[in-house]
């Protein structure tokens, strides 16, 4: 079930991640599938035609980063690579597929490769199974870069990994939450006033009560 979101993935906790990597997703291709799509901020497309050579070296161990090539990015604007941290290596470990040849997440019978539509298929039956509303695809792309950037990672490097074409494409994705707005307006208590004139305050506690960063293990 699709909750309106005017436009926006749903940025997910982390208790939803595990649920849905834990009790959700069936199997080591579907893991290592959006995995890829959580911990590299990447988009559903570029993950589905990823080649293996791409993620695996010739001895079919995990490369330290993931290369996405230019023809597969949106807009096909430039090449990137993504390190590998080392929850996306342990599903990438455990998917690792037969041969280096072709894409990694291959279509049915082997041929081509899986396509996004396939995916999203694959993703709302899972969280169906598993009771969470209003998951896209595109919500591992928006919840690694929310975290990130709630981590206080600049944008200048967010845009690095995620591919955007330009800072303002990249703010749109990242999501302000209640209580953050709620703290920014609370840093306003540095204008308050008694009496007659105006006075700087040097304690904030309704701002150090805040906790700006999400757990969460990561178009």
Do not use: W
């Not at 849905?20 to 959580?38: K, M, P, Q, T, W």
């Amino acid at each position: 079930m699709k909750i309106n979101r005017h436009g926006r993935a749903k940025v997910l906790t982390q208790s939803e991640i595990q649920l849905i990597f834990s009790h959700g997703l069936g199997n080591g291709r579907d893991r290592a599938l959006f995995g890829v799509c959580l911990y590299t901020a990447c988009r559903i497309n570029e993950a589905c035609t990823l080649n293996t050579e791409d993620v695996y070296d010739k001895r079919m161990r995990v490369r330290d980063e993931i290369i996405f090539r230019r023809h597969n990015t949106k807009g096909k604007l430039a090449a990137r690579a993504v390190p590998v941290i080392e929850e996306l290596l342990l599903l990438l470990v455990k998917y690792k597929p037969d041969s280096r040849d072709g894409f990694l997440f291959p279509g049915r019978h082997g041929r081509g490769h899986i396509n996004s539509e396939s995916a999203s298929r694959i993703l709302r039956n899972t969280t169906e199974s598993v009771g969470l509303e209003g998951v896209s695809t595109h919500s591992f792309r928006r919840t690694a870069l929310t975290q990130m950037s709630n981590a206080g990672i600049p944008l200048r490097i967010i845009q690095e990994i995620s591919g955007h074409r330009n800072l303002e494409e990249l703010q749109k994705y990242l999501e302000v939450r209640p209580e953050q707005v709620r703290g920014a307006v609370a840093a306003l208590s540095m204008l308050g006033h008694t009496g007659n004139s105006y006075v700087r305050k040097t304690e904030f506690a309704d701002v150090n009560d805040i906790s700006y960063s999400e757990n969460v293990s990561n178009d």
